[in-house]
């Protein structure tokens, strides 16, 4: 089965509360609706409508698998980009060492769908959620739990919370670094290597690693680099000093998170000493990718990478959210039928990418000189070439940056092929 069948099966079917469903009184079974032949191109369903093209996942999730084969790292993907359980399937199918959560709501989710090991990138903080973590660990044995401590009081406050709800045996902690200005994460070595010790002299806590999430400076660009570097190198002096005083339970792990700079990330910790510890990647938008913001960090990643390169083709955007021509006002104006309640807009407006008229079998590209300069509530305001081929009535795909805010918009996304018919469907759980 596809992995699109198999989570089908297990979600509850679309009805009227999700608003790209065709107007018809039925749910539709989740393993039905790639049954019903529908089509973004024929108008069979209500736009607007997030789709997700299944061609461009599988490459980007096969991509990843030999990249990290490549260079001798895991990864432990971000789940909060999609919060699908079916892409995390299809993740975990090709060869991911965990999926990655940012809180204990998160974790609950994941465990509700099976995933059997998570990485909590964040500390955990508060009573519901140490006494959740602590339950799952004691009733199942498989669980595979890791989160993040970056402080003394982080230390004392989770050890005093655990003797209040033990799980049986010890949270597996990485120690985090930080940036001056950035979120958390200790922000010298010594701060660091002083939380470790006091871990690694807890019976209730095990040190597991060394953490780190250098994408607060992909903002930065080439410019963030060089900080970027230095985090790196720091987490390698803190790691040494650990090994060098026995702390770590097992073989460490060296982990950090962005999407922007993945490949520097294995190449420093693999060419430090790649057999003396776990290097684990947690970038979530490779998977989806997107047509703007990560797109340009990524031409610069296959620049500067030869293992990328020798990898062909890289990531392909997988996500479209489709609408109407509503209006054309101004001889160089098109207004289109979505908005920020549809697609994201906070680190890049949409971009236009494809069109088709009602009934067309493929969809055709846009020329340049189409881009998206305003979005209201439900409205995108286009700027377009006087002579564009956009006429009332007409589709038109949006290609987006930054696919975690668009993807928190939808309880469903389409599936579907190159010619926009609907494969299937997956349901997000934010």
């Known amino acids: 089965m596809t992995f699109e069948d198999q989570w089908a099966a297990r979600h509850a079917g679309l009805d009227w ?26 108008e069979d369903v ?52 965990g999926v990655t959560a940012a809180t204990p709501a998160h974790v609950r989710i994941y465990r509700q769908h099976g995933v059997r090991r998570i990485l909590l990138a964040n ?13 799952e660990l004691a009733r ?13 009081a982080a230390v004392d406050a989770l050890d005093a919370a655990l003797q209040a709800c033990p799980p049986g045996r010890p949270i597996q902690l990485l120690v985090e670094l930080g940036i001056a200005g950035g979120r958390s994460g200790a922000r010298d070595d010594a701060t660091a290597i002083e939380v470790a010790r006091a871990v690694s002299a807890s019976p209730r806590l095990s040190l597991r690693g060394v953490e780190a999430f250098e994408g607060i400076l992909q ?9 970027m570097r230095n985090v790196l190198d720091r987490m390698m002096v803190v790691a040494t000093a650990c090994t060098a005083e026995n702390l770590f339970d097992g073989v460490p792990i060296l982990s950090a998170g962005g999407s922007s700079f993945f490949d520097v990330v294995a190449k420093t910790f693999g060419a430090a000493a790649p057999s003396s510890h776990e290097v684990l990647l947690r970038s979530g938008c490779y998977l989806v990718h997107d047509s703007g913001y990560y797109a340009k960090l990524v031409e610069r990643l296959m620049a500067r990478s030869p293992e990328a390169a020798s990898l062909g083709e890289g990531l392909r955007p997988a996500l479209e959210v489709w609408a109407y021509v509503h209006s054309r006002p101004e001889p160089g ?30 969809p055709s590209a846009l020329g340049p000189g189409h881009s998206t300069v305003r979005l209201d509530d439900q409205h995108a305001y286009l700027d377009i070439p006087e002579d564009s081929p956009l006429q009332v009535g007409d589709l ?23 010619a926009r018919t609907i494969t299937g469907a997956i349901r997000t759980f934010f």
Not at 20 to 37: C, F, M, N, R, S
Not at 219 to 224: E, F, N, S, T
Not at 400 to 407: A, D, L, V
């Open 123 to 135: 500390q955990l903080i508060g009573r519901q959620g140490v006494a959740y973590i602590a339950s």
């Open 46 to 97: 209500m736009l607007p409508a997030a789709v997700l093209r299944t061609e461009a996942l599988r490459h980007n999730s096969h991509w990843m698998r030999r990249f990290t084969d490549l260079v001798g790292a895991r990864i432990a993907p971000h789940g909060k980009t999609t919060m699908s359980p079916a892409l995390f399937d299809l993740q975990l199918a090709d060869g991911a060492w």
């Open 17 to 42: 509360r999700f608003k790209a469903l065709p107007a018809i009184d039925d749910t539709v079974a989740l393993d039905a609706v790639g049954a019903q032949g529908w089509s973004i191109l024929r």
């Open 396 to 418: 038109v795909a949006f290609g987006i940056s930054h696919p975690c805010t668009t993807f928190d918009r939808w309880p469903a996304l389409y599936l579907v092929d190159e």
């Open 140 to 152: 199942d044995p498989d669980f595979d739990f890791y989160c993040l401590v970056d402080s003394m």
């Open 219 to 227: 903002g930065q660009g080439v410019a963030g680099e060089p900080g």
């Open 333 to 362: 104006r098109a207004i289109a039928g979505l908005g920020r309640r549809d697609i994201s807009d906070d680190t890049r407006m949409p971009t236009p990418l494809l069109f088709a008229r009602p009934g067309d079998t493929q």
